[in-house]
């Protein structure tokens, strides 16, 4: 289990709660019944990431517009960084991709999980056909 501030769990559980368009589909369309569990808003070290796969050390992050301006891009590197620091891998993925290519975004998300897991690990993807 990873370190966490306390502090920010009431503000995981309202962000739970009220999840934007693209992470409610990520979430309901792919990863809530994805074969290796994820948990969504979930507090690590300092930060609430968007999504976070233990098993595969994977954390996924949507970026909607605001993450594209110079100060909010520079924080969101040093976020990257540090939940790198960690031993984490973390997948940005912008919410147009969530709109144009949901099924090549599960795609990526699939391999990044295969890739960080054991060769052993035998995993079927759930199919995101028909999600677009």
């Known amino acids: 289990m990873k370190e966490y501030n306390k502090a920010n769990i009431p503000l995981a559980k309202?962000?739970?709660?009220?999840?934007?368009?693209?992470?409610?589909?990520?979430?309901?369309?792919?990863?809530?019944?994805y074969p290796i569990r994820f948990q969504r808003q979930k507090a690590i070290g300092n930060y609430i990431?968007?999504?976070?796969?233990?098993?595969?050390?994977l954390v996924i992050e949507l970026d909607g517009g605001g993450h594209y301006t110079s100060e909010q891009a520079e924080k969101?590197?040093?976020r990257t960084k540090d939940l790198e620091n960690m031993n984490?891998?973390?997948?940005?993925?912008?919410n147009l991709d969530i709109d144009r290519n949901f099924s090549g975004v599960c795609e990526y998300i699939d391999?990044?999980?295969?890739?960080s897991l054991p060769q052993s690990a035998s995993l079927t993807a759930p199919s995101s056909e028909g999600a677009d």
């Open 49 to 57: 990431t968007d999504f976070y796969c233990a098993k595969a050390r």
């Open 111 to 115: 391999l990044a999980v295969k890739k």
């Open 14 to 33: 309202i962000l739970r709660n009220n999840m934007t368009p693209w992470e409610r589909k990520l979430w309901y369309e792919f990863l809530r019944n």
């Open 76 to 78: 969101d590197k040093i």
């Open 88 to 94: 984490l891998t973390v997948l940005r993925i912008c």
